[in-house]
Antibody
């Protein structure tokens, strides 16, 4: 059974940093591109970032480019999101999501989702 | 610009059927989409991928009550024999991480 479990969320002040993690199990993690998607309170879903299976291809939404860094450790079956220079508008639940097709470049498509971790940016 | 448009809300009675619509922006009518369900206070759940010809492939464990169809730039999600647990937000999504605004389905 595919499982994605996010952690690392919390309350942080504007301008601060936070690192999210996603632990993956139930599939060959190293074969799939992975993604972060977020959802502000009461709002819809917003794609944040994608990374290919070997980390060769990385993409970001314009809203986070230059502030967020996606990475992965295939030996630990883990995906990460380093978030710097956080703003109030980054407040959201952050979801880890898997690309449906093994071995392809990131297409920002999703077939399995985690339960999410809440990031609150407030003074 | 690739945009997906969904009605903000829909409602239908317990045991009835409902058809939700997602409309692709002009020039993108050949795009496939995916439908995702988000029950209250839960993470999204992938329902299916829906192609422009109406063929679709469902995610693991998705009941037969959920089906998809297409017509031109419109992509549809039909839920039959509505159950209380179908009350949720439904999002369409396409290549590049583009999401529709979501439709909140109320089961009466």
């Amino acid at each position: 059974e595919v499982q994605l479990v996010e952690s690392g969320g919390g309350l942080v002040k504007p301008g601060g940093s936070l690192r999210l993690s996603c632990a993956a199990s139930g599939f060959t993690f190293s074969s799939y591109s992975m993604n972060w998607v977020r959802q502000a309170p009461g709002k819809g879903l917003e794609w944040v970032s994608s990374i290919s299976s070997s980390s060769s291809y990385i993409y970001y939404a314009d809203s986070v480019k230059g502030r967020f860094t996606i990475s992965r450790d295939n030996a630990k079956n883990s995906l990460y999101l380093q978030m710097n220079s956080l703003r109030a508008e980054d407040t959201a639940v952050y979801y880890c999501a898997r690309d449906p097709v093994a071995g392809r470049e990131p297409a920002a498509e999703f077939d399995y989702w985690g339960q999410g971790t809440l990031v609150t940016v407030s003074s | 610009q690739l945009v997906l448009t969904q009605s903000p809300s829909a409602s239908a009675s317990l045991g009835a059927s409902v058809k939700l619509t997602c409309t692709l922006s002009s020039g993108h009518s050949s795009y496939a989409i995916a439908w995702h369900q988000q029950q209250p206070e839960k993470g999204p759940r992938y329902l299916m991928k829906l192609n422009s010809d109406g063929s679709h492939s469902k995610g693991d464990g998705i009941p037969d009550r959920f089906s998809g169809s297409s017509s031109g730039a419109e992509r549809y999600l039909t839920i039959s024999s509505l159950q209380s647990e179908d009350e949720a937000d439904y999002y369409c999504q396409t290549w590049g991480g583009v999401f529709g605004g979501g439709t909140k389905l109320t089961v009466l």
